[in-house]
């Protein structure tokens, strides 16, 4: 399909661009930006001065801000195994519905992808489906089990873009060293969750004045910070590419912030979740506001904020953690940890930028270009010539309210139900397809 957007702010940090103009796509690529005169248009279609007989279809992006295709590196689809959650068909059209392009699965499926059939299955059934981008994070070990590594060069020759046992830790240091080594000529990531077990297994929610409140056991803020500094001080050794999952704590934020000045290898996420909530969204024994790691407390929120305005934190994730009713609506201790993410994360990032935290810019940074970088997604994050036609139409202003029952999503697992946002993604473009029209 060729297509013409006309009169929006191009966005794109990998050109260190922020301007009005017409983006150009030809079928699947970017062809570029060009100038007004250089087409003319007629209804709904442009033709090409040059190129009479080739018709565009356009699109008026007037007052919305026109960005590389969105990139949530860190999703959990539950496809194969867990499908009545969420299957791949679902979880990438409701990653398309909230301005994703591609999405980066994590491996914590049934059977577990530890093997290159799985990957291939993901990689398959995302494809026929048509939606947004699927690139399999593969496990660290076989069933993710921590004893013994998995195959990771046949994962990485199938299509796994990295690996992580995330849901659990690599607890062994043992472990977590030697998978270090072994990828390091691969050029790919290994994405730790960082939680020592030893301190969190008992607990229930953050450890502090809230979970004394409820009576729940708690979690201490050491729980990830020691495994942070663990697993900082081996890729320090190793000199591979350490990315940290879904940091939390200040003190995470504050060794992640000196193993960069140290020049180590480490980049690290925060989840729309830590920034935008803090421990008392669990008052009440609210399930849907359950994770792991836990939601910190105030300090720690404002921690992660600065750190996304520095640069400390090099992208933003949903961590989109479906679950079924029945696993939620119970008792607090027996609730599985997660949110349904996809549907709510542009509008709660876009709040950063409202509030001043981060510039427009940034944002596309965190949430499109740096992601594409760290997970090697070549001809994806930006808006080069060249570039595949990946792109997603945002509007900032835009008020709306989230309402669970809309999501496409199979998860309606979300604390954010009956809050107003503002700004939302109104269309993605993936792979030169136009994926839904403009919302009212």
Not at 39 to 53: E, H, M, P, V, W
Not at 328 to 345: H, P, Q, R, W, Y
């Amino acid at each position: 399909m060729n297509i013409l957007i006309i009169n929006g702010l191009l966005i794109d940090p990998s050109q260190n661009m922020e301007k009005s103009g017409a983006l150009l796509i030809e079928d699947d690529r970017i062809k570029g930006i060009v100038d007004p005169a250089s087409y003319s248009i007629n209804g709904d279609t442009a033709f090409l001065k040059d190129q009479k007989d080739k018709p565009y279809t356009v699109i008026d992006a007037a007052g919305k801000w026109v960005v590389p295709g969105l990139i949530d590196m860190h999703v959990h689809f539950r496809d194969p195994g867990y499908e009545y959650k969420e299957d791949i068909i679902t979880g990438t059209m409701a990653a398309m519905s909230g301005g994703f392009t591609s999405v980066c699965a994590m491996p914590n499926t049934r059977p577990i992808n530890d093997n290159k059939t799985v990957t291939r299955y993901m990689i398959s059934k995302a494809h026929d489906a048509g939606y947004a981008n699927l690139f399999p994070i593969a496990a660290v070990s076989k069933g993710s089990g921590g004893a013994e590594l998995s195959e990771i060069y046949d994962l990485v020759d199938a299509g796994a873009v990295a690996v992580s046992d995330d849901g659990m830790p690599v607890a062994s240091a043992g472990l977590l060293r030697m998978a270090l080594l072994y990828m390091k000529p691969l050029g790919i990531p290994l994405i730790d969750h960082p939680e020592e077990l030893s301190l969190s297994k008992t607990g229930y929610m953050n450890e502090g004045v809230a979970s004394v409140k409820l009576g729940l056991n708690g979690i201490p803020q050491t729980a990830e910070s020691v495994a942070v500094a663990r697993d900082i001080m081996i890729a320090a050794e190793t000199g591979s590419r350490l990315h940290l999952a879904h940091i939390s704590t200040r003190y995470s934020i504050e060794l992640v912030r000196w193993a960069k000045k140290m020049g180590i290898p480490v980049t690290c996420e925060v989840t729309t979740n830590h920034f935008s909530l803090n421990e008392d969204a669990v008052d009440g024994y609210n399930t849907n506001a359950k994770l792991n790691p836990p939601l910190r407390s105030e300090r720690d929120r404002q921690a992660v904020l600065e750190a996304l305005s520095d640069g400390t934190i090099d992208c933003i994730v949903t961590d989109h953690a479906p679950h079924g009713h029945d696993e939620k609506e119970v008792e607090f201790d027996k609730a599985l940890n997660g949110i349904s993410g996809l549907e709510t994360s542009v509008g709660l990032s876009l709040k950063l930028v409202h509030d001043k935290i981060i510039n427009k810019k940034q944002f596309v940074q965190l949430m499109s270009h740096t992601p594409s970088l760290i997970v090697n997604l070549k001809n994806k994050g930006t808006l080069k010539a060249g570039a595949d036609a990946d792109v997603t139409i945002i509007d900032p202003d835009k008020k709306w309210v989230v309402d669970k029952n809309k999501f496409v999503s199979k998860g309606r697992n979300t604390p954010f139900h009956g809050r107003e946002l503002k700004g939302r993604a109104l269309m993605t473009i993936a792979g030169g397809k136009i994926h839904g029209n403009t919302r009212t």
